[in-house]
Antibody
Framework: QVHLVESGGGVVQPGKSLRLSCAASGFTFSNYAFHWVRQAPGKGLEWVALISSDGSNKYYIDSVKGRFTISRDNSKSTLSLQMNSLRTGDTAVYFC??????????????WGQGTLVTVS | DIVMTQSPDSLAVSLGDRATINCKSSQSLLYTSYNKNYLAWYQQKPGQPPKLLIYWASTRESGVPDRFSGSGSGTNFTLTITSLQAEDVAFYYCQQYYTNPYIFGQGTKLEIK
């Protein structure tokens, strides 16, 4: 059974840093691309970042480029998001999400429960 | 960036009736090499993460009831829920995965009339 568990959220002041983690189990982690998707309170879904299955390709939404870094450790089945220079606009629930990657498919077939980041 | 526009923003449908949600993209999502439309639909209930319903515009995810169906190609897509059930009350989002950034529609709130 696929299981994704995020951790690391909390309350942080503007300009500070936070590191989110996503622990995966129940499948072969290294076969999948992974994403971070966020949802501000009462708002819709916003894609944040993508990392390919081997970690060689990374993409970000413009608003986080240069501030956020996505990474993965396939030996530990973990995904991370290092968030620096946080802004109040980064306040959201952050979800990690799995993508099958076949034929370039970046839809999200499994999601974690999310972790809340509050920048205030 | 591709812009994804859903309509309507909210929808109230009677139990047992059909619900239709539309999604329009600012450019074609049809990848001709694979003849696939790079469009997915998700359902999100309060306090829960989104759940994948449909991918490749019309392929139902395993375990999703067959009252959910997706259609469309190119720039115009539809999610149809036949015979609405009480548990279908949720927000629904379309998402393009043709290219990054992987934009979602703004969401449609589905309620019971």
């Amino acid at each position: 059974q696929v299981h994704l568990v995020e951790s690391g959220g909390g309350v942080v002041q503007p300009g500070k840093s936070l590191r989110l983690s996503c622990a995966a189990s129940g499948f072969t982690f290294s076969n999948y691309a992974f994403h971070w998707v966020r949802q501000a309170p009462g708002k819709g879904l916003e894609w944040v970042a993508l990392i390919s299955s081997d970690g060689s390709n990374k993409y970000y939404i413009d608003s986080v480029k240069g501030r956020f870094t996505i990474s993965r450790d396939n030996s530990k089945s973990t995904l991370s998001l290092q968030m620096n220079s946080l802004r109040t606009g980064d306040t959201a629930v952050y979800f990690c999400a799995r993508a099958p990657q076949r034929m370039g498919a970046q839809y999200f077939d499994s999601w974690g429960q999310g972790t809340l980041v509050t920048v205030s | 960036d591709i812009v994804m526009t859903q309509s309507p923003d909210s929808l109230a449908v009677s139990l047992g009736d059909r619900a239709t949600i539309n999604c329009k993209s600012s450019q074609s999502l049809l990848y001709t090499s694979y003849n696939k439309n790079y469009l997915a639909w998700y359902q999100q209930k309060p306090g829960q993460p989104p759940k994948l319903l449909i991918y490749w515009a019309s392929t139902r995810e395993s375990g999703v009831p067959d009252r959910f169906s997706g259609s469309g190609s190119g720039t115009n897509f539809t999610l149809t829920i036949t015979s609405l059930q009480a548990e279908d009350v949720a927000f629904y989002y379309c998402q393009q995965y043709y290219t990054n950034p992987y934009i979602f529609g703004q969401g449609t709130k589905l309620e019971i009339k």
